[in-house]
């Protein structure tokens, strides 16, 4: 079975500052990994995701994540945060694909909130 | 841009009513599925579904629970007899067809509120 932990519930940062978000998962096989994003009165919008190769993924709005095979950890990051990002991350992962799709484990969400 | 729609965006209901919660996948996906988020607890996932079968489902999903695709655009999710639990966020996804993993889209969610 599959977990995700996300350690902090609530992040505040100033405007400009650097932001790193936890995510640690436990599987035991191979997994594909994502960072979502949830705006208010919104659905959840991918913002990046791991599925083989290079262990530094970039994705949308300057964030980018870290695979780390041996830590199980996917910590999301951005060098310099706007008012704009504030909103729910959430941390999420797969065990793959089948012919019939795939499901989700989500982790509970980080509320990030960018002070000016 | 394409997204997956849902309606309504909030459900007030009685214990023990009926409720049908509804989806608009995304045009060309074959993949639907629904996830629910009581209030401040994790994102969990119900039911997936494809070629009009369920595929995968969760131990939330009971025999309260059904889903179904009634026309080429609808996707719905049917709580028979709501309990006070099954208050949440109710959320609907769907993926495109294709070898390999193709992302899910996310509708905004249905708040449903069980009194």
């Known amino acids: 079975a599959q977990s995700v932990t996300q350690l902090d519930s609530q992040v505040p940062v100033f405007e400009e500052a650097p932001v790193e978000l936890r995510c640690n998962y436990s599987?035991?096989?191979?997994?594909?990994l994502f960072w979502y994003v949830q705006y208010p009165n919104q659905g959840l919008q991918l913002l990046l995701k791991y599925l083989s190769g290079s262990t530094l993924v970039k994705g949308i709005n300057g964030f980018e994540a870290e695979f780390n095979k041996s830590q199980t950890s996917f910590h999301l990051r951005k060098p310099s945060v706007h008012i704009s990002d504030t909103a729910e991350y959430f941390c999420a992962v797969s065990d793959g694909w089948n012919n019939a799709g795939n499901m989700l484990t989500f982790g509970g969400g980080t509320r990030l909130m960018v002070k000016p | 841009e394409p997204e997956v729609t849902q309606t309504p965006s909030h459900q007030v209901t009685q214990m023990g009513q009926e409720v049908i919660l509804r989806c608009v996948p995304i045009s060309n996906h074959l993949y639907f599925y629904w996830y629910r988020q009581i209030l401040g607890q994790k994102v969990e996932f119900l039911v997936s579904?494809?070629?009009?079968?369920?595929?995968?489902k969760s131990e939330i999903f009971d025999d309260q629970f059904s889903v179904e695709r009634p026309d080429g655009s609808n996707f719905t999710l049917k709580i028979r007899s709501t309990k006070l639990e099954d208050s949440a966020m109710y959320f609907c996804a769907s993926s495109a067809p294709g070898g390999g993993y193709n992302e899910q889209f996310f509708g905004p969610g249905t708040r449903l509120t069980v009194l």
């Open positions: 579904f494809y070629n009009n079968e369920i595929s995968e």
């Open positions: 599987s035991s096989v191979s997994v594909y």
